[in-house]
């Protein structure tokens, strides 16, 4: 397949923040830190038996081709563009790997537990 040919995916990446809640705790917020298009495969073979033994069902690999500098951590998660079944989808990042000469991020994300907007 050539390059041209690859499927590109819109994602969202999301950053966490606490805030108050207003009857004296606190909460968990999530906002939209950088939308960008990404080519996206699943894990499969003995790879995804590794994660399948940490407890991770569905791992997913986002590739990147960043046109500037973006920090992403395993403190983010993933929102697909996309609705499925009338929501989005949200990943949680497992593993970020920056490639700076290739100007391009792996991210390695599952799919979420549980959600919170």
Known sequence: MSSSEVKQYKIIIQ????VKDGKGG????????????????QIKGADALE????????????RI??????????AMRIKEYEYIDGEYRYLDIIRVENR???REILITAK???SVTS
């Not at 950053?15 to 606490?18: G, N, P």
């Not at 994660?51 to 986002?62: L, P, Q, T």
Request: proline share 2%.
């Open 15 to 18: 950053s966490v923040s606490s």
């Open 26 to 41: 606190w909460t968990d917020t999530w906002s939209d830190t950088m939308t960008a298009f990404a080519e996206k495969w």
């Open 51 to 62: 994660y399948m033994k940490m407890g991770h069902a569905e791992v997913w690999v986002y």
């Open 65 to 74: 081709v960043a046109m500037r500098t973006v920090r992403v951590t395993p």
């Open 100 to 102: 700076v000469e290739q």
């Open 111 to 113: 799919v979420a537990d």
